[in-house]
């Protein structure tokens, strides 16, 4: 009989104690992200700075050097340069990225010495076609860029040559750098690529 | 509604009134079906689905309309543009019939349930007890549905819904007989008449047993209209979806819809018979205004209900089969037959009902929702620590 009114009083107040429980989730905050379109930031700006997202190239700073097409362990970089003989000038005339056969892997942005080759944040690339993915970034053919031995001064290309080597230092610490220099704005913990995914792409 | 019908039947001497009556109740019929029964149900599922939503820590369906409100519209223009697969081997005419059952026992119930003082489609004298049997056509539809799908997880499903109404029949109807002891009366609205608006007027405050009453009609209600935690008959996780497993599109839709509508007549057997129906204070002569006040409340009385439903739902784990039968035969049906005698003896012994024992029983109702109340604050700061920003605030 003890065991009977045990039993009922057991799971009268188990019951109730557990109602308490889920009725104070009604005072809590969903979890739930309302991934894209109802997000307080892009979901772009919320990842970790060195996300591996799309590629992008810079060909301001790009030295057509070929050592992003060599370290791609799925050739998805194709790069045509073309050298003038009379001036000595190479021109660049293809630089396709296969961004469906991309794996992300990073090992492109690693050798690049000027930090032309580098990801932004950006990951979505749904689309219908295939070709769609393969990313031209040389629509007329331009020249490449040629380090100056006095140190570059023009004024259109030292922001650009500051990001690129800013990412290549950072991407080859294997963490995080301390802190930026006083007279970068960038904040703290998303220095270079945030600057780079803000800038966005074309 | 006789009166009416009456009038129409003079107004056309040469047809039979027979027909006239015929007619008039169809309409009649359509109409509350489509303008409530319908609307009712289907909003239930939208509510159902944003309140375990948020149980659970999620939103749920909020992009179709304000708030996801038009959710229900959506699911069902879905379900009716969908196909209707009938399987090869099922028994066809009772497989189609099937949902067509279910609908109609449980849009029998609102025939004789009250809406406000005027309002009640019949006012039958032996109400409770219709309503009581009438709701048993479900499980004849569920009971098809799981024979003729010829499959073995839709017939367990059937044979389970009809187990658990047989047995829950019986301490539901012992736990409405303390409520019709008390009204003298089987009709709805005789029942509502005896009890007032306050709550020292309702039933379930009359006595400790009409209390428990009240609650075991709760659970069995529950049991009966196949709802979690007594789910059985249609238990995902053993049965794939029980008797309705073959069933697609909209005839599937029409088991749901039954469900969801069941919830609300269960809403509306709970405070009719306990917690004084649609009584509201005598504030106004205004026949409207007073009727409009009247069904606003009975609505939200069995809404109120409808919510616990869910949120029971969301919150305890379906029983096994054996434990269903345990609380059925061990515990509810002895505890309903000495619940019956003890109403029937605090009747006798304090025959114009005692206002102390009234009041002693409100206050013990409100202590145990300022208990509730308590443990749920509790649960909420123990919880909310590190949402609140506060996590490791007391760690070493």
């Known amino acids: ?202 | 509604m006789r009166a009416y019908l009456d009038a129409v039947a003079a107004g056309y001497p040469s047809t039979s009134p027979a027909l006239v009556y015929l007619l008039g109740m169809l309409a009649f019929g359509a109409l509350v079906v489509f303008v409530f029964i319908l609307p009712v149900a289907g909003i239930t599922s939208w509510v159902e689905r944003r309140v375990w939503a948020r149980i659970q820590s999620r939103i749920g369906p909020n992009r179709v309309g304000p708030g996801g409100f038009l959710q229900w519209l959506a699911d069902g223009l879905k379900n009716l543009l969908k196909e209707d697969v009938i399987p090869a081997a099922v028994d066809v005419p009772m497989f189609r019939l099937a949902p067509y059952v279910v609908v109609a026992g449980f849009c029998a119930a609102f025939v004789a349930l009250p809406f406000a003082g005027s309002l009640i489609i019949a006012d039958l004298n032996i109400g409770i007890l219709y309503i009581s049997a009438i709701t048993s056509l479900v499980v004849i539809g569920i009971l098809m549905a799981g024979w003729s799908s010829n499959n073995k997880w839709s017939m367990l499903g059937g044979i389970r819904s009809a187990t658990q109404i047989i047995c829950y029949e019986i301490p539901v109807g012992l736990s409405i007989f303390p409520a019709v002891l008390l009204s003298g009366t089987l009709s709805m609205q005789g029942i509502v008449a005896a009890q007032g608006w306050a709550p020292t007027s309702w039933h379930m405050f009359h006595s400790p047993f009409a209390f428990v009453a009240f609650v075991m009609f709760f659970v069995g209600a529950l049991a009966e209209g196949n709802r979690t935690p007594f789910d059985l008959p249609e238990a995902d996780s053993e049965l794939v979806a029980g008797f309705a497993t073959e069933y697609s599109g909209m005839r599937s839709l029409l088991f749901f819809l039954a469900e969801w509508g069941n919830l609300y007549v269960i809403g509306v057997l709970v405070s009719t018979l306990f917690m004084g129906g649609w009584q509201v204070p005598h504030f106004t002569d205004n026949a409207v205004v007073l009727t409009v006040a009247q069904f606003a409340t009975m609505f939200l009385k069995a809404y109120f209900w409808v919510f616990v439903a869910m949120w029971v739902r969301a919150t305890l784990p379906r029983v096994r089969v054996d434990q269903f039968m345990t609380l059925c035969w061990k515990y509810m049906v002895p505890i309903g037959l000495v619940n019956v005698i003890g109403a029937a003896t605090v009747m006798v012994l304090l025959p114009d009902g005692s206002i102390v024992l009234r009041l002693i029983m409100v206050t013990v109702a409100v202590a145990i929702l300022v208990q509730f109340a308590r443990r749920v604050l509790f649960h909420l700061h123990r919880a909310d620590y590190g949402r609140l920003g506060r996590i490791g605030e007391g760690a070493a």
């Open chain 1, 1 to 202: 009989m003890s065991a009977y009114v045990g039993n009922i009083v057991d799971s009268v107040t188990s019951i109730f104690d557990g109602m308490a429980v889920t009725f104070s989730h009604f005072f809590r905050r969903p979890y739930t992200v309302q991934y894209p379109d109802r997000m307080p930031v892009r979901v772009q700006d919320a990842l970790p700075y060195r996300y591996r997202g799309f590629l992008e190239v810079d060909l301001e700073i790009c030295t057509g050097c070929l050592a992003c097409e060599r370290a791609c362990p799925i050739d998805c970089i194709a790069i045509d340069v073309l050298k003038n003989k009379e001036t000595k000038q190479n021109l660049l005339v293809r630089f396709d990225i296969d961004l469906a056969k991309c794996m992300y892997c990073g090992l492109c942005s690693e050798p690049c010495p000027t930090g032309s080759i580098h990801h932004t944040r950006e990951f979505e690339g749904a689309d219908y076609s295939l070709e769609s993915m393969v990313r031209r970034f040389v629509l007329d053919p331009v020249e490449t860029y040629k380090p100056k031995k006095s140190g570059e001064d023009d004024p259109a290309i030292v922001p650009i040559l500051e990001r690129g080597m800013r990412y290549v230092n950072e991407f080859a610490v294997p963490e995080a750098p301390p802190k930026p220099p006083k007279k970068d704005a960038a904040p703290a913990v998303k220095p270079a690529v945030g600057a780079a995914a803000a800038e966005g792409q074309p």
